[in-house]
């Protein structure tokens, strides 16, 4: 899987946006919270961060509702159900947050997404990841346990980031550059 070094100047604008987005347009001065959301829209750089759950026969999981059932399908302890849950509440907040129009048109087309909340899941999914492993990963589990519980707010915020990467794709940066 594809990740963002630290150092990376997309990794600094990302964190830079949404700490921006998280305190300014909704009060939110959380850096954990900021840290993992950051974290996760570098993840999802590449397509392949977004689609990184495989099926049976290695060709990624494009449904939330396909990746629930796998998930499901997982012993109930254990890394790989943490990480998969998690997975899934990434995936539900990405779509839900910077593209919800895309979350729409999905939900009126017949698909297994058909009829999936994309927050009821998420929530729920981040909760069951926090609960795996949390004395391994006590401070992920607490970020995560809020992530479920504050679902909608964090989905808000990333819409706020979003309005932010519009903004910059619209105006160039000081030096010249545009951000598209």
């Excluded at 006590?138 to 346990?145: K, T």
Aim: glycine content about 6%.
């Amino acid at each position: 899987m594809w990740n963002t070094p630290p150092e990376h100047p997309l990794r600094r604008l990302f964190t830079g946006i949404t700490e921006h987005a998280f305190i300014t347009s909704l009060g939110v001065a959380d850096p954990p919270l900021v840290d993992y959301l950051s974290d996760l829209l570098s993840r999802f750089l590449h397509i392949d961060g977004v689609f990184r759950l495989r099926d049976g026969h290695g060709r990624p999981i494009q449904e939330l509702a396909v990746m629930a059932m796998e998930a499901e399908k997982l012993p109930p302890e254990g890394r790989t159900r943490r990480e998969y849950h998690r997975h899934i509440g990434d995936f539900a907040l990405y779509w839900s947050g910077l593209f919800p129009e895309q979350v729409n048109r999905i939900q009126h087309r017949p698909s297994k997404d058909h009829l999936v909340s994309f927050a009821v899941l998420g929530k729920r999914s981040y909760r069951i990841a926090s609960e795996c492993e949390a004395e391994r990963f006590p401070e992920e589990a607490q970020v995560l346990r809020r992530l479920g519980d504050e679902f909608e707010l964090c989905a808000v915020g990333l819409q706020e980031v979003r309005k932010e990467w519009d903004e910059l794709a619209r105006h160039p940066l000081p030096n010249g550059t545009i951000v598209r």
